[in-house]
Nanobody, 123 residues
Framework: EVQLVESGGGLVQPGGSLRLSCAASGFTFDDYAMYWVRQAPGKGLEWVSAISWHGGDTYYVESMKGRFTISRDNAKNTLYLQMNSLKSEDTAVYYC????????????????WGQGTQVTVSS
């Protein structure tokens, strides 16, 4: 059974940092690209970042470039998202998701999602 479990969310002040983690199990983690997607209150899903199976290719939405860093540790079956210089508009539930293939962008879609972790940026 595929499982994706996010952690690391919380309340942080504007300008602060958080590191999200996503522990993966039930599949061969280093065979697949992974994504972070978020959903702000009252809004739809928004791409955040993606990383290829080997970690050599990454993608960021323009508004997050330079502030967020995606990474993965294939030995630990874990995906990360380092978020710096957080803004109030980054407040959202952050989901990690498994791609259907190894590369980015994926033509296969996202086939498994975690339960999400809440990030709240507020003073």
């Amino acid at each position: 059974e595929v499982q994706l479990v996010e952690s690391g969310g919380g309340l942080v002040q504007p300008g602060g940092s958080l590191r999200l983690s996503c522990a993966a199990s039930g599949f061969t983690f280093d065979d697949y690209a992974m994504y972070w997607v978020r959903q702000a209150p009252g809004k739809g899903l928004e791409w955040v970042s993606a990383i290829s199976w080997h970690g050599g290719d990454t993608y960021y939405v323009e508004s997050m470039k330079g502030r967020f860093t995606i990474s993965r540790d294939n030995a630990k079956n874990t995906l990360y998202l380092q978020m710096n210089s957080l803004k109030s508009e980054d407040t959202a539930v952050y989901y990690c998701a498994k791609s259907g293939g190894p590369t980015i962008p994926t033509p296969y879609g996202l086939d498994y999602w975690g339960q999400g972790t809440q990030v709240t940026v507020s003073s």
